[in-house]
């Protein structure tokens, strides 16, 4: 997705040559919209009855009158708060993603000076909206014609719309990842799966990523660890991935992932209704390695070490059973009495 920004006069909103122009209006003064050809086109769907100024609220105008845009889609968003402009974007967005828009334009009138905020927000809702997940679904519908998606700012808000979008495209990206991962089956979400797309994520990045399997994991004693994957029959996986923004005497942020890629309790079985949702116990997993993703395209000063421990949870001949005993990583017993807890 091509995310940019162009700088615009509001009065030049009609100007604007695109198969679809959103413009967001903040509270319900149709009185101070700058570009005269909108704002008459407002007035009148107002006036007929065809939308209200209320949050939520959106309505598309096919060859709209006096203007270069293909259709012209309102979004009300009711009050100006960042949460509120989000919502209004996301309801905008949902109005055009099935039309076969490869270009949108988009305006925000009444809510103050475009910001970073309001410009990460853009993108964040275009891909929260557009995304479908397809890896192991051939009939989902296919995928939105919209290609490029370009934010009209004023000359001072340039700078402030251009960071946003920025930071909007590295946290989009990360989000994207989490789903990917989050939403894969089991039998396609493994361990060593988890494994090679931090590999794959330290490739593209220049970050530093360990992806230890069983032996490694044996050698250094996580006895709670194995216990948990001895039921299984996929290889555990031990991820840790560094992030190096700040100088090596910075403390690092560390963020850990819960990488139970399978859960069904093991021995202590989970009730079957429900139980395919287990395969969302690598959710935690799957986080920490979007905001990795995020981070290490935004490239903040900072230094982070994210720390992935993912196995299934399985019954099995070799499974760990209520009332075993297992030795953990720093040396204490753990009786384990509970195999899903």
């Known amino acids: 997705m091509d995310f940019r920004h162009q700088t615009l006069t509001p009065e030049a909103l009609a100007s604007v040559a695109c198969d679809a122009l959103l413009v967001v209006v903040a509270g319900d003064r149709i009185d101070e919209l700058p570009d005269a050809a909108v704002r008459a086109l407002l007035a009148d769907l107002v006036a007929q009855g065809d939308l209200a100024l209320k949050a939520g609220k959106s309505l598309c105008v096919h060859r709209p009158a006096g203007l270069k845009a293909t259709r012209l889609v309102f979004a009300a968003s009711g009050a100006a708060t960042p949460k509120s402009l989000k919502s209004a974007l996301a309801a905008g967005l949902g109005t055009v993603k099935g039309l076969g828009v490869k270009h949108l334009a988009v305006a925000v009138c009444g809510a103050g000076a475009i910001d970073a905020t309001l410009a990460e927000a853009l993108v964040t809702a275009t891909h929260d909206s557009l995304y479908v997940y397809r890896h192991t679904k051939p009939s989902a519908p296919p995928a939105s014609s919209l290609g490029k ?193």
Do not use: W
Not at 275 to 290: I, N, P, Q, R, T
């Open 149 to 341: 998606v370009t934010l009209l700012s004023s000359k001072a808000e340039a700078k402030a719309a251009g960071q946003g979008l920025a930071r909007g495209r590295a946290v989009a990206a990360g989000v994207e990842l989490a789903r990917e991962l989050a939403n894969r089956p089991g039998n396609h979400c493994t361990p060593t799966y988890l494994g090679e797309q931090a590999k794959k994520l330290g490739k593209a990045h220049g970050l530093k990523v360990e992806v230890l399997d069983r032996k490694a994991i044996e050698k250094l004693g996580m006895g709670s660890f194995l216990a948990v994957t001895q039921g299984s029959a996929e290889p555990p996986r031990f991820i840790v991935a560094q992030y190096h923004g700040a100088p090596k005497t910075q403390a690092p942020v560390v963020l850990v992932g819960k990488g139970i890629t399978f859960d069904t309790g093991g021995i202590s079985i989970k009730p079957a209704a429900e139980m395919d949702e287990m395969k969302f116990d690598m959710g935690g997993a799957a986080s920490v390695l979007g905001t990795l993703r995020a981070v290490a395209e935004l490239k903040p000063k900072l230094n982070l070490v994210v720390i992935v421990p993912t196995c299934e949870n399985m019954p099995g001949g070799r499974a760990v059973k209520p009332g075993d005993v297992v030795t953990s990583m720093s040396g204490q017993t753990i009786e384990i009495l509970n195999t899903d807890a």
